[in-house]
């Protein structure tokens, strides 16, 4: 006599996430359709959507909430909302990184940046290279969202650069 095995795939629920132990090493609970609850050995649990990026074709697993801020039936709308994404060639990681980034300029990453060297660099070296961020690149791209700059703005500023005689300042721009 053959026995087949076949595999159901049980959903969640409630009671079981709550019953759900703390571990040495982070584990896992199923709930389908990429979905999935991690429980960590600090005791945090996260849903989290697993899928295949339509645009890399590469395994990516995105975070959508904790337990118990967003319940169950929340994630599995959230889920939803992520599969249609997918089904219409968007990579959702990659759809909420640019609404992230959405308010960020060049000016703001520039000036971050300038707070960042400002420990790294001689004074006057400091004072160059600011004056620099300052007149050419927030001078030119600074109210731009940083996820909107592209290769060919940078490519007109340095030509711009180059085109008033400063093509040693453009160098520089570019580092």
Excluded: W
Aim: glycine share 6%.
């Amino acid at each position: 006599m053959l026995h087949s095995k076949i595999l159901v795939e049980i959903m969640l629920n409630d009671s079981e996430i709550k019953r759900a132990k703390i571990q040495d090493k982070e584990h896992v609970l199923y709930d389908g359709d990429g979905l999935q609850l991690t429980i960590r050995p600090t005791g945090t649990k996260a849903f989290e959507f697993r899928y295949t990026s339509p645009t890399t074709k590469r395994k990516q697993k995105i975070v959508i909430g904790k337990y118990p801020i967003m319940s169950l039936l929340e994630a599995r709308e959230k889920r939803f909302e992520l599969m249609k994404q997918i089904a219409l060639g968007k990579d959702p990681k990659e759809e909420r990184d640019a609404q992230q980034n959405k308010g960020i300029t060049v000016k703001l990453v520039a000036l971050s940046y300038m707070k960042y060297i400002k420990t790294e660099l001689a004074p006057n070296t400091y004072k160059r290279n600011c004056g620099i961020i300052n007149r050419e690149i927030i001078g030119q791209l600074g109210e731009k969202p940083i996820n909107e700059v592209t290769r060919f703005d940078v490519l007109k500023m340095v030509r711009d650069m180059e085109a008033r005689g400063i093509v040693s300042t453009s160098k520089m721009a570019l580092n």
